[in-house]
């Protein structure tokens, strides 16, 4: 048993970390180790540099531009593109669409979708949760019935992340309302979002961002080429496609970076006689983040060690147990931050969609600061509520 | 990184197991133990002696066998599963920790190593509450000895050792870290008055008064070693636990499968799955500390070693004493009674807590350090 990476593995380290910080634009990586709202250029700009050097989808078969690494370097690249500040690959592309794609798709689709969906000339959204259907997915009523050579589909998605700059998206819509199983009249399709009949309305979050929106189809016809995989299995697939989130949902890199930057403002941020760092208090609970952070680390560490022996399709206590601590210390660092700017967290300048062209009334990092945390209250909703996953715990692991 | 063990190290973790189910397994043995003279059974330790458990740190040299960290995180979660009651913790972690780096007792470390000798600690102090460097007792040479003055609090098994290591202050004030020694003491020496008594947690411990009693003094400036050790002892600690910890969360699962209330198994309530899905959590997370704690103990810079140690033993405390609360309450009425296993692990993890450190402590230790070492 050793914790320390090898020395190959620490040059693949010092290579990536060098990478990133050479070949990604500072300005892109302010933005994210700030919580700032990223446009659509900088996330396209950072996955074409990345494919360009052959990063985009290291997780994807070989074959499609993925790497042949192991999972402690599958980790590694996780941990280091998040502790850099880089945007991360858009998940929904690469996490997502693409392994189905790859591993359920035909060979004309291969060919169709993979290289623009590798290079993010096709951004792909996410068509799954509806009005009616949060937690218990399964309960989606969109439509797709077929005729001729299409599927025609009614209904409304909702909660489409970044669904706004979408390209494509891909849904899970109902193709037997008489199925025995809820679970079993349910296929995955890929939709064009131009197709007449789709329309997209903002939804405007507690942050004042526009991050997700509702996705409504009326009469939208859909080629049944664009069928992935069979008839009614969609449910099979959108479970892969959720097992596939397991490296990185805890964000560990992501808020260590955070917290580091927490630790540094609260030094710079002056109260009383000295800064908000003298204050043991916060301290005290700042060292608490930190030790939780530690302990996760290690835990998601012993995750990708077992995947090496890990039968692939059994089920493992450890992605619920990332989701939960992951996402409470995300939230616990976003606090943090916003207390670290006090009574300056409060002051929200007028601005337009894209951003900083009015002054900052305070320190300018910390107008991101309320907002961040208020946004970040979503971590422990989406991918499945932590209820949810303790749920899940409880059934699948204890036997309850 | 890697988180495989050695052929050497499952063959000891197989073992080990082996030892704890067949002696603890049947939870009555455990009361038997504790009713024997010296308060844990004395097969049982000559057991464990000739597993080779009781030389396990010692070098190969010294008919050990040569044991790190990891050895130790195995031997010791197995000791919390079985709530084991004989003195691994007092006579091998941090006996034969002290005593084999100290030098100059290759007899005794062979004594220890054959279970004929067994060790405790005496250190703690009644006002030095978790200070390692809080000592009053005073040393003072007289010839080739030394002369000790002073009282010692809660010895782990201290009322049976047969050897007792010391710390004394040879020069200095109350609260300087420079001028402790540490003294090797034979209890039977006149002038040591030893009041033995039980633990809550069913182990036993002594209070040493010291009036005139005389020693040899195995290292001078012992502070900095006495500070290593006592990390071992956490990150020893912080795996027995774990051990507990995971006995006491599946003894808790299992009852919630079978107590029926309002006509169902109560595990069918979610109020209680949620419950039971964080005692998961916990478990895990503390599992991890732990071998955080197994890794940084061999770190070469004290300071860090120190943080990293204090940020284990926080966590594992907090969560131990989460899931041990929990325990109780999940099990509901029986877990109050003596006769029930689930307090006694209960207990076990409480007093934990309490050991060289709570988490009070070790968290201000954190924050005075500035936060964790990279």
Not at chain 1, 167 to 182: G, H, S, Y
Not at chain 1, 210 to 218: G, K, R
Not at chain 2, 115 to 129: C, D, N, P, S
Not at chain 2, 134 to 158: E, F, S
């Amino acid at each position: 048993m050793d914790l320390r990476y090898t020395a190959d593995e620490i040059a693949f380290r010092d290579e990536l970390r060098a990478f990133f910080r050479r070949e990604i634009p500072a300005e892109i990586r302010r933005k994210v180790s700030e919580g700032r709202k990223l446009s659509r250029e900088d996330i396209v700009t950072t996955q074409r540099v990345l494919h360009a050097h052959g990063l985009s989808v290291p997780n994807w078969p070989v074959e499609w531009g993925g790497k042949d690494w192991t999972p402690v370097q599958r980790y590694i690249f996780s941990e280091e593109i998040q502790a850099a500040a880089v945007p991360q690959p858009l998940s929904f592309n690469v996490n997502m669409v693409g392994p189905v794609i790859a591993t359920f798709g035909n060979a004309a689709q291969k060919q169709r979708f993979l290289p623009p969906t590798a290079n993010l000339d096709i951004w792909w959204a996410q068509g799954f949760s509806e009005p009616g259907a949060g937690s218990d997915l399964a309960s989606l009523k969109t439509t797709a019935r077929r005729e001729g050579d299409e599927f025609v589909v009614n209904g409304q998605k909702t909660w489409t992340t970044l669904g706004q700059y979408a390209d494509w998206i891909f849904c899970l819509v109902r193709t037997d309302p008489n199925a025995r199983k809820k679970q079993e009249g349910i296929s995955f399709l890929l939709i064009d979002m131009k197709t007449p009949g789709i329309t997209v309305r903002p939804i405007i979050t507690i942050d004042g961002g526009h991050e997700v929106n509702e996705v409504f189809f009326d009469e939208v016809k859909v080629p049944a080429e664009n069928l992935v995989g069979e008839l009614n299995k969609g449910w099979d697939y959108a479970k892969f496609l959720l097992s596939n989130e397991r490296i990185g949902i805890a964000r560990i890199g992501l808020t260590k970076e955070r917290l580091a930057r927490v630790k540094r403002l609260a030094q710079e941020t002056p109260a009383g006689e000295g800064t908000v760092w003298d204050d043991p208090d916060f301290r005290r609970r700042l060292a608490w983040s930190e030790i939780e952070l530690k302990a996760l680390e290690i835990t998601q560490m012993r995750v990708v060690a077992a995947q090496r022996t890990r039968a692939a399709d059994k089920p493992d206590p450890s992605s619920s147990i990332l989701k939960i601590k992951g996402s409470e210390i995300q939230q616990q660092a976003t606090q943090l931050l916003m207390e670290v700017a006090g009574p300056y967290a409060m002051p929200r300048p007028d601005r337009d969609e894209d951003g900083a062209n009015l002054p900052s009334v305070g320190p300018e990092w910390a107008d991101a600061a309320a907002p961040l945390f208020f946004n970040y209250r979503k971590v422990s909703i989406y991918g499945g509520s932590n209820e949810i996953q303790r749920n899940i715990i409880a059934k699948a692991f204890l036997g309850l | 990184m890697d988180f495989d063990l050695t052929d050497e190290q499952r063959l000891l973790a197989d073992s080990v197991n082996r030892f704890v189910s067949d002696r603890y397994g049947d939870f009555e043995k455990r009361k038997a133990y504790r009713a024997e003279a010296k308060g844990y059974a004395a097969a049982n330790w000559s057991a464990m002696a000739e597993m080779g458990l009781l030389g396990l740190p010692l070098s190969e040299e010294q008919g050990g066998f040569g044991g790190g960290p990891v050895e130790a995180l195995l031997v010791m979660e197995a000791i919390g599963r079985g709530l084991v009651v004989e003195p691994y913790l007092a006579t091998v972690v941090l006996g034969l920790g002290l005593l084999r780096r100290a030098g100059g007792q290759e007899d005794l470390l062979a004594e220890v190593a054959a279970g004929g000798t067994t060790l405790a600690f005496a250190h703690q102090e009644r006002q030095a509450r978790h200070d390692l460097h809080d000592i009053a007792t005073t040393a003072r040479q007289d010839g080739d000895a030394w002369v000790l003055d002073g009282a010692k609090g809660v010895a782990l098994h201290g009322d049976s050792a047969d050897r007792l290591l010391v710390s004394a202050r040879t020069a200095g004030g109350r609260r300087d870290r420079a001028g402790i020694g540490l003294f090797l003491l034979d209890p039977a020496t006149p002038g040591v008055t030893r009041r033995g008594y039980a633990t809550q947690d069913g182990l036993r411990a002594a209070e040493v008064v010291l009036e005139g009693a005389r020693a040899t003094l195995l290292a001078a400036d012992a502070l900095p070693l006495i500070e290593l050790v006592a990390d071992e002892a956490i990150a020893a600690l912080c795996a027995e636990a774990v051990g507990a910890m995971e006995t006491l969360r599946d003894l808790t699962v299992d009852y919630l499968k079978t107590r029926q209330q309002f006509g169902r198994p109560i595990g069918e309530f979610q109020a209680l799955q949620h419950r039971a899905a964080d005692m998961l959590v916990a478990t895990e997370q503390a599992r991890s500390m732990a071998m955080y704690a197994a890794m940084m103990v061999q770190g070469s810079d004290p300071a860090a070693r120190a943080t990293a140690l204090s940020a284990a033993k926080a966590l594992v405390g907090r969560l131990a004493d989460q899931l041990g609360k929990d325990a109780i309450q999940l099990h509901g009425g029986i877990a109050m009674t003596e006769e029930y296993k689930a307090g006694h692990y209960f207990k076990r993890l409480t007093m934990l807590g309490v050991l060289f450190g709570d988490v009070d402590h070790h968290i201000r230790r954190v924050v005075a350090a500035g936060g964790l070492p990279d």
